[in-house]
């Protein structure tokens, strides 16, 4: 993809550069030549120079000028669009390592229950597997000091066990079948962060994936899964970008770049201030024929855009599910000097026909943008095709002749609306009161020997479907506080057990056992499947929708 990287060249942000640096060297200027009687400049970062050094000088009281300035930031980004935002120094490291591919801690999994640190799983390969910590062990202490209570967060959890590489961290463990607090130390190293969520075989030709965003090694993992599933008998797949709220777009346009012949348009982008810029095939992808289908919904956005845009645009594949986000705008990231940053909007993303991903926002009304999905969900859209208003005027084709629309987010071709089928109150209670997964949690702890013997997700999965799991959980709920009620227990229990059947699966064997299970009834990957099994997954212009 080297020729394609050639054309990224982004032109300098000299607008934004202005304002921040006059916000920032305002302190800079000489105290004795302030004088109220001068006006102040006309010049935007001349005026911020002046209100800054102003208020240091002449307000009644003292005042922090380095506060007022990270507070003022935020406020003149919020007056541009939803996306261009400042991000503190604080928060820099952990915004840019989700999308780097690895940071630096212990290598474990964990969630906090009865306040305190659950060990769920130990990465492979990591600090703790190798100093023998196991998956349900409870950390209580850490660097010597109790680490329990209402004051423990997720937060403080990873402020504690994440640090530099190579630095050591002392933890305390309580562990079932240990009478005594065992200690360990843990010398911090290289974690990675996977973004390749799960890739396994559906049948004996469909192969699965499931990306959750597009981070520096998404493409690695990828490519590595498309040849893994290949390599076991994969000939069609399946990619989920269901919840993939992006990423790089580098990494996009060389996994688009996988499935089209050479000189294909991927994606362009323009702005005020960046000339029109565009990426195409180059002809190198080693699945140029295989069947796809590309699954989305309404928090598909941005990177996940671009790719579902491409295949559409192309008739690579079809998309199935629901309108993706709308999220089309270029962020460009400017760091200070202090560790900060901020994410300047630069220019929009356009598909090959020529559509905007874009959703329409009104500048510096971002409260009103982020309601968006709400709206959508009120006026039906997430459960009626009909409920989504297109407009006449955005019409643009595909490259064979089908009618696509711009206006915000990807149309799929087959719309599926969200399932509401077992839906009642008290599985609402038992969801959101987190009482699934910590009746999972308990069970595998408590079962982790038993469990562990199966070698395989086949027999987990039917060990586990002859047990009394549903009783079981509902009278662990009781004891919660949320009261037995058959009737809708009844009408809720194939989802109840299948959700409890996927998060022990993955307590014992991992994510890719939690999708498996998680999605054994999805009608949006059912539709995919019958899509490929029909050979339907190419477009054609007289192959009609079906919901």
Not at 156 to 180: Q, S
Not at 241 to 253: E, F, T
Not at 308 to 318: K, L, M, P, S
Not at 369 to 398: A, C, P, W
Request: no cysteine; hydrophobic share 35%; charged share 25%.
């Amino acid at each position: 993809m080297n020729d394609n990287k050639k054309k990224y060249v982004w032109m300098p942000v000299l607008l934004a550069l202005a304002i921040v640096i006059g916000v920032f060297i305002g302190t800079s200027l000489n105290q004795k030549e302030l004088n109220l009687s001068h006006p102040l400049t006309n010049r935007p970062a001349g005026k911020l120079d002046m209100i800054i050094n102003t208020i240091q000088n002449q307000y009644v009281d003292s005042v922090n000028a380095g506060q007022l300035i990270e507070d003022a930031i935020p406020t003149i980004l919020n007056e541009l669009d939803p996306h261009s935002i400042y991000i503190p120094a604080k928060d820099l490291e952990a915004t840019n390592e989700e999308l780097e591919g690895s940071f630096s801690g212990i290598g474990v999994q964990f969630n906090i229950q009865n306040d305190t640190v659950m060990v769920v799983s130990v990465i492979p390969g990591g600090p703790s597997e190798k100093i023998g910590l196991m998956p349900g062990d409870r950390i209580v202490t850490i660097n010597d000091s109790v680490f329990t209570g209402k004051e423990v967060s997720n937060e403080r959890v990873m402020k504690m066990l994440r640090g530099k590489k190579n630095t050591p961290v002392k933890v305390g463990i309580k562990r079932n079948t240990a009478k005594e607090i065992l200690d360990f130390e843990i010398i911090r190293g290289d974690i990675p962060v996977n973004s390749v969520d799960a890739a396994y075989l559906m049948n004996d030709s469909i192969g699965y994936i499931k990306i959750s965003k597009f981070g520096r090694t998404t493409y690695d993992e990828f490519v590595g899964s498309l040849a893994k599933l290949s390599s076991e008998g994969a000939r069609e797949f399946i990619i989920d970008l269901r919840g993939n709220s992006g990423g790089y777009m580098d990494i996009a346009i060389n996994m688009v770049n996988e499935f089209l012949p050479k000189d294909r348009l991927i994606v362009y982008t323009d702005g005020k201030s960046m000339p029109r810029s565009e990426a195409f095939s180059n002809g190198t992808g080693a699945f140029q024929k295989t069947p796809i289908v590309v699954l989305v919904d309404e928090w598909s956005a941005s990177a996940s855009e671009i790719f579902a845009g491409a295949i559409q645009d192309n008739d690579r594949g079809t998309i199935i599910g629901r309108r993706s986000f709308g999220k089309g705008l270029v962020q460009q990231q400017i760091p200070f000097t202090d560790g900060s940053a901020m994410r300047l909007t630069i220019a929009r993303y356009y598909t090959p026909s020529g559509r905007s991903i874009q959703k329409e926002y009104e500048m510096g009304k971002g409260d009103d943008y982020s309601m968006d999905i709400l709206n959508r969900y009120t006026h039906g859209e997430f459960y009626s095709k009909d409920s989504i208003k297109l407009n006449d005027s955005l019409k643009y084709q595909t490259m064979m002749g089908r009618t696509v629309y711009g206006g915000g987010g990807i149309m799929p071709d087959i719309f599926i609306p969200s399932d509401t089928t077992g839906t009642t109150s008290y599985l609402n209670s038992v969801i959101n009161s987190g009482l699934l997964y910590q009746f999972a949690f308990r069970y595998s702890d408590e079962h982790r020997d038993e469990l562990s013997k199966f070698k395989t997700y086949d027999q987990l999965i039917n060990y586990l479907q002859k047990q009394p799991l549903l009783e079981q959980f509902v009278t662990f709920a009781d004891t919660k506080g949320v009261r037995r009620r058959p009737v809708y227990i009844n009408i809720s229990k194939n989802i109840i057990v299948r959700q409890l059947e996927a998060y022990i699966s993955r307590n014992i064997m991992g994510e890719e056992a939690f999708y498996k299970t998680f999605f054994r009834d999805d009608n949006t990957v059912n539709a995919a499947v019958g899509v490929l099994k029909r050979n339907e997954s190419f477009p054609s212009l007289d192959k009609k929708e079906t919901n």
